[in-house]
């Protein structure tokens, strides 16, 4: 076979070459079954070493990409994958929203003019692209273990950062240049209108070029609107789409804020198991409308779903004329391994609406998220968001908006995961050598949480004994208040996020004591 690989774009040697053998079985020029050449043969050709090639070829195997036989040599998955697409969200024709959404337009509910800052937002109505294509969010856990009360000294709870990482003076900046262009603003008569509900233009663009980016996610600033977190991102998809009595599944376990808004809009919410390779297709029950999961981090387990999991799931919701939400909370901080190709990028039916959030990457009080939909979606989904609250805050959008571009969001998340990455290898090194045995812990290599499974047959009342580490002035959550089905999975979440470095090993000494029974 001879095939052409063109070293161009940044990155290492390897990482150009992953890419271009990537595009090229998505796009269909290297078909199922095709053999690659060796890597000795591909170097030479290229003028590099041989282990940058392997390096490449490694990285596509373990995705499900390549498969390789010995004696034989290394050929294309026999999977038929979905074909690359323009980098704009698809259009989604077949997806349409209720039919009462199809008379309401954004437009409709506000008469008058925009601001000078909304106006160059664009009202993302139009069902277009802007072709800027340079480029359980609060998912997991938007609030979900908020329990009220004085909180504990330590602190394991899931899906908050650490607030002493976030830039404050930094941010602080941003939010003073923001404040002066509206200064600079204030005799106009545009500030005394509204904006447009997608939001700040240039937060829109910024954000299309960051996931198309670090996550390949296919979107110009067009396909995306602005939200008041992933929390208010789910509900506005919901309503655009569920009818009372429509049929939802999630995952089981899972994000108990999604089940419970689904069901008050009137949806029937199914449970649909979780196994090693994700969500469990084949268990859809029949005549689902929507479905809601986190692929990249599953929560609360953390596994990712598998590529062939993923190409299932997207052929299904096109047999079954359904939609699917991706929740990609938590997919920046990764500390091993490559991510898996978001469901977003590998989806050539438009099936797919991708959900993202800052919470976990600056401070949840913010509330700044964001979703990118098929364009069928778009103008409900814009009308929807004016009627819930006309727009977001402007400010901070414009200050977030100055983050990204100048690259200050990178920087933050690369130092923030270097921390993370050290308070996930204490934890797993306690479940690995204090409480082997008794847990097992669920493979995870990114995020802010770990979960582990309580063994069968231990003896361990896990809700007496999470009872008595509260007593200790330590915060752990059991696996079973994740799940909505009958019977609930046993096991500990332990997030560290929250809980500085230093407090990392007398909490988790404080916790393996209230397991062995004392406390």
């Excluded at 663009?205 to 609107?225: F, M, N, P």
């Excluded at 989806?347 to 991708?354: A, E, H, I, S, T």
């Excluded at 923030?416 to 493979?443: Q, S």
Aim: aromatic letters at 6%.
């Amino acid at each position: 076979m001879e095939f052409h690989v063109r070293l161009t774009g940044r990155g290492d040697l390897s990482a150009r070459i992953y890419r271009e053998l990537r595009e090229a079985v998505l796009d269909g020029r290297l078909r199922p079954g095709e053999r690659l050449p060796p890597t000795r043969e591909l170097a030479g050709r290229l003028g590099v070493s041989r282990n940058t090639v392997a390096a490449a070829y490694d990285s596509l195997t373990s995705e499900g990409f390549l498969t390789g036989k010995i004696g034989s040599g290394t050929f294309v998955c026999a999977r038929p994958l979905p074909h690359a697409r323009p980098r704009n969200a698809p259009a989604g024709g077949g997806v349409r929203p209720r039919p009462v959404w199809e008379s309401i337009s954004a437009g409709d509910l506000l008469a008058g003019g925009s601001t000078a800052r909304g106006a160059a937002a664009g009202d993302g109505t139009d069902g277009g692209t802007d072709g800027d294509t340079d480029g359980g969010t609060d998912g997991g856990t938007d609030g979900g273990t908020a329990t009220g009360g004085v909180r504990p000294v330590y602190d394991f709870q899931t899906g908050t950062p650490d607030p002493e990482l976030f830039p404050l003076e930094t941010w602080r900046r941003l939010v003073a240049r923001e404040l002066r262009e509206l200064r600079r603003l204030h005799r106009s008569a545009a500030l005394g209108h509204y904006a447009e509900p997608a939001g700040h233009a240039g937060l829109r663009a910024a954000i299309a070029r960051s996931v198309g980016v670090s996550r390949s996610v296919r979107a110009g600033a067009g396909d995306v609107l602005v939200t008041q977190g992933a929390q208010q991102a789910l509900d506005l998809v919901g309503r655009v789409l569920i009818e009372p009595g429509d049929r939802v599944a999630v995952e089981e376990p899972g994000y108990p804020p999604a089940r419970l808004l689904f069901r008050s809009l009137g949806a029937r919410v199914s449970g649909v198991p979780v196994d090693g390779e994700g969500l469990d297709v084949a268990a859809l029950p029949t005549g689902t409308r929507l479905v809601y999961v986190t692929p990249s981090h599953q929560f609360p387990l953390g596994t990712p779903m598998s590529l062939a999991r993923r190409t299932e799931l997207l052929a299904w919701a096109e047999r079954n004329d359904a939609v699917i939400i991706e929740d990609d909370y938590d997919s920046e901080y990764r500390f091993a391994g490559r991510p898996l190709e978001p469901l977003q990028s590998l989806d050539r039916y438009g099936r797919v609406v991708y959900v993202g959030s800052f919470s976990k990457t600056l401070l949840p009080v913010l509330r700044l998220g964001f979703l990118v939909a098929p364009a069928s979606l778009r103008p409900a989904l814009c009308a929807a968001k004016r009627l819930t609250d006309w727009h977001g805050d402007l400010i901070t959008q414009g200050a977030l908006a100055r983050f990204v571009d100048e690259g200050l969001l990178s920087r933050h998340v690369r130092r923030a995961t270097r921390e993370y990455a050290a308070r996930h290898a204490k934890i797993t090194a306690v479940l690995r050598d204090r409480l082997a045995g008794r847990f097992r812990p669920v493979p995870s290599a990114a995020g802010l949480h770990l979960c582990a499974r309580l063994v069968p047959g231990t003896g361990i009342d896990l809700e007496r004994a999470l009872a008595r580490a509260r007593e200790a002035g330590v915060g752990v959550e059991s696996l079973a208040r994740y799940c909505g089905e009958a019977p609930a999975q046993e096991g500990l979440v332990i997030g560290y996020g929250a809980i500085p470095t230093a407090l990392i090993d007398e909490g988790l000494r404080r916790l393996v004591t209230c397991l062995d029974g004392g406390g």
